[in-house]
């Protein structure tokens, strides 16, 4: 493969001219006919136009010989057109590595471009994250990971006190350890701050998914050897409006480290299966192809940065176990394609299994010796080794007395049941913990992400649309193609994708959360089938892997890899159309990505609220829990994560703050509140609730009763927006007024307030007892009318809950 004469002279310059010229292929056919007929000849003898003749001599193509033309060389004008390459000859050197495309200006242009494209498009919501003088994440579940970030920046001396991670708490270590101690790891090496914390909270998901744009532009050249799709499938991945959301600016999470150690596993497997599939494409015994393929020093490190893949990802985050079913998946059909093509599975596959076997050991040396994650999902990568170690044998008994090949898949399956029908048996505590995560995991509801991916909502059609955009249908037809080629040919790097592809399909109609895990190997297909699209308008060269004829038998061993060359710059009117084509594609996807974002952020008005509390707790040396604030627990992280630090979890939101908000007195709430919470927020809602409940008195009424309900005695508005959207209170015991009168009497008690531009009357009536006393509890501060007297209410006097007489003011 190296080597390849398209890559300059004339099959360069030939490629340069098809991309460039129309109608050019049928007139270099007409050219190559009458130069194999014959040794040289005239413009005459060739059916071409003065203009395209004159192109062909100009460029080096056709060359004049003794007042005659000839082609400079007909071997590589019939290798572009046929978009082959020359034969090549038998690599003997155990050094042969994977060639990929020439890396010219053009290809790095075109993929610094898709990268910038990808930060930016993680970055719109940017406005929203720095808002006055707060570093916000969007979302609720941010706020978590930057709680054990601090926690374990507290805790440690520097970036080598890997003593932190060792029996961490069960918020670090539990599920999603190796995200939290990422986390920890670079806030080190950024200082150990509140800065360094802020910056690895805002910044690190942004940084990660370019790392993961250069994985995918990698994974897409390893097995299309075109520059062209790569950068297409970085564009594709870049765009897609649900990757743009998990990993946007400030988005701290697991979703990240995961994503890239997905990244990770499908780039290192996809080159095992294309560097054998080219040896054997090119060596004439399958045998001697898989020794050349073991003794490559290259194969080696991929497998090593497969196995770490597996290790890492498995500790990344709590469902990593579902990740490693259709790495079950692939290995099982991925040597059933070894058997039908008569190639040993078990020295084809031993990379994978010693890749799988370094993993493994790895995944059980975290948890035995620091803590990391439950026994059943540190165990997860043996018994997927062990699993493959078997099917491998069965394989190889399989191809050695010439069984049919169906009868293997039978195998394989029995072989997998019975693996987890010994691990319930003989771990039945591993077993039950893994049924209770399968369960938290796939069928949990309550939040958006928890919806499929197909939900009725969006009329089925539609929710792939909005979260994946419209590279998604284009990607689903190339994965029709995918399909169809493997079951043909021998195509392990195309059964890598199609694997994962159509498992995180059905996982994600499960779950939408999964179309995250999704958009990487539909990134692949995307890139792959925008290019097809290009070369169907006639726009640019049509992919190799589509322009050369599929070889019918099932157990046919593939062609080479085509070099495809550096990306050449087309024609004028070609450029318009291919940004037509950009608009329509990319552009559709880029209208949903603000939209979809914008459901994770603070508004203006939230984040008033939080400055208020936050101003409010700290002139009033308020600590936790007396300055814990109590709102819907999907934003009850933030608000707490910057008033008091304790943003670990959500529970007492979640479990009472939607009973708090539709009841109707919310003065009944205080005894419950007592030493537990010390701040309310309510938010307009989609939701239209009645008049008299909780949501409505205090955001319609600001709890003085002026549109719903009777004036509350314990909330004390804090701050309202212009709009009432949103509105903070802070819990107060409240002042009692106290004064004298004739029993029966009414006597009205009421003062002005003034809270953020929001002015309106606090006003009581009340009813002198029967011994001639009133008593009135307010929860401003303020100089208060009662009657024909006044009296005046200090903050101090509301926060503590004391009595002020008006005969003794």
Known sequence: MNGDSRSDGPGAATIAFLDEKAGAEEALRAVVAVDAEHSTWQFSDVPLDSGTFGELVSRGIVVKNDGAYRLADR???????????????????????????????????????????????????????????????????????????????????????????????????GRRPLSHATNWFVAELLGGSQWAADMVAIWVPVLGSVLLGVLLYLLAVVLTNDARVGIASVLVFAVTPVHTVYTGIGFLDHNVHQYFWLGVTLLSLGWLAVDLTERLATMERPATAVAAHLRERNTWIAAGAFGLSVALGTHAWGGSPLLLIPLTAYIALRMTMDVRADVEPLRANLPLIAGLAVGSILSIVLHVSWGWHSTFVALTPALVAVGAVGVAAVGELWRRYDLPIRGLLVADGVIAGVGLLLFRIVRPADWAAARGRVDDLLFRDGATETASLYSPDFQVVFGPLYQLGMEFYIALAVLLWVWYVVVRRYEPGWLLIGTYSSYLLVLAGVQVRFAGQLALPMAILGGLGVVY????????????????????????????????????????????????????????????????????????????????IDAHATAHDKSFPENYVFNEWGENRMYNHFVNGESAGYGYAQSNFRTFQTGDDPDSWYEEFEDRVGYVVVAETDTELPAETTQRQLLDGLGAGAESGEPLVHYQLLYVDADRTAAAFVVVPGATITTSGSPGDEIIVSTDVEVTNTTFTYEREATVDENGDLSVTVPYAGVYEVGDETVTVSDETVLEGETVSVESA
């Open 75 to 173: 071997s590589a004008v019939e290798a572009v057109l046929d978009n082959d390459a020359p034969p090549a000859t038998e690599p003997t050197e155990s050094s042969r590595s994977l060639s990929l495309p020439t890396i010219d200006r053009s290809v790095v242009a075109g993929l610094f471009g898709a990268l910038v494209l990808v930060a930016a498009a993680r970055m719109t919501t940017i406005s929203s994250v720095f808002q006055r003088g707060y570093w916000l994440s969007p979302a609720n579940d941010p706020y978590y990971f930057r709680y054990w970030l601090e926690q374990l920046l507290a805790s440690s001396s520097g970036p080598t006190d890997f003593g932190v991670l060792v029996d961490a708490p069960g918020g670090v270590a």
């Open 533 to 612: 699209v290009l070369s169907a308008l006639e726009v640019t060269r049509r992919p190799a892997l589509f322009a050369s004829e599929t070889t019918p038998e099932a157990v046919a061993v593939a062609r080479p890899a085509r070099l495809d060359p550096p990306i050449m710059r087309p024609e004028t009117k070609k450029i318009a159309a291919i940004a037509a084509v950009g608009v329509l594609i990319f552009g559709l996807s880029l209208i949903y990505v603000p939209g979809l974002n914008a459901q994770t952020t603070y508004s203006e008005a939230q984040v008033d609220a939080l400055a208020e």
